[in-house]
């Protein structure tokens, strides 16, 4: 079963407006971490936002804010007032267990397209 | 801020060649990594090492090895490069010991190579 998922290979939003990305993931361990990632075309991986499973509030940062229903095992990036310079992709990431030695795994990635 | 540096952006080799690809971080982190990017299929993990001379196998390690004799350096190594092997390669590497809320990984900028 896929670890990560992530339904939408391309979405377009208009200039200033919201956006909502879907990321869902499936693990049993109760210690985990989810990670977003922004790709632009240049190829580097920029961390955004970070959640971690015993996080009481929905992490925010700047026009990044992670939507985590934990029942529901999503953890949606909304990203506000969207910008020209926001057209990337976009990669959710787990790290099952607790923080140490270990990786991430990644969903297959959303490709957003920003449109003036 | 963490810089992690990849040896090269692109890189074309022949089939059957001995490939190397180097990845050195500044920030005194454990952890490095080696994933994989394909389109589709997100970003997938190599190898990963957790101290000097350590390493661990990651989903997809067959036709790769590592080398870390150095902290700052980790080592990818193409031992007779197929072109199945023509993917964009990405380190990474964090430090949970530092005393951070999260274990972020932070990566280099990619090496796209061609296996011909």
Redesign the interface.
Known sequence: AQK?TQTQ?GMFVQEKEAVTLDCTYDTSDPSY?L?W?KQPS??????LI?Q?SYDQQNATEGRYSLNFQKARKSANLVISASQLGDSAMY?C?M?EGP???????????TRLQVQP | DVKVTQSS?YLVKRTGEKVFLECVQDMDHE?M?W?RQDP??????IY?S?DVKMK?K?DIPEGYSVSREKKERFSLILESASTNQTS?Y?C?SNS?LAGG??????????T?LTVL
């Open positions: 990560i290979p971490g990670f990632y240049s190829g580097e991986m920029i961390f970070y971690g990669f990431a790290r923080a140490g030695r270990r990786a991430l795994t990644f969903g297959s990635g | 952006r952890n990594f994933y589709g299929l997100g970003l997938r993990l990963f957790y661990e990651g964009m990405l990474a949970f809320f999260t274990d972020t990984q932070y990566f280099g900028p990619g796209r």
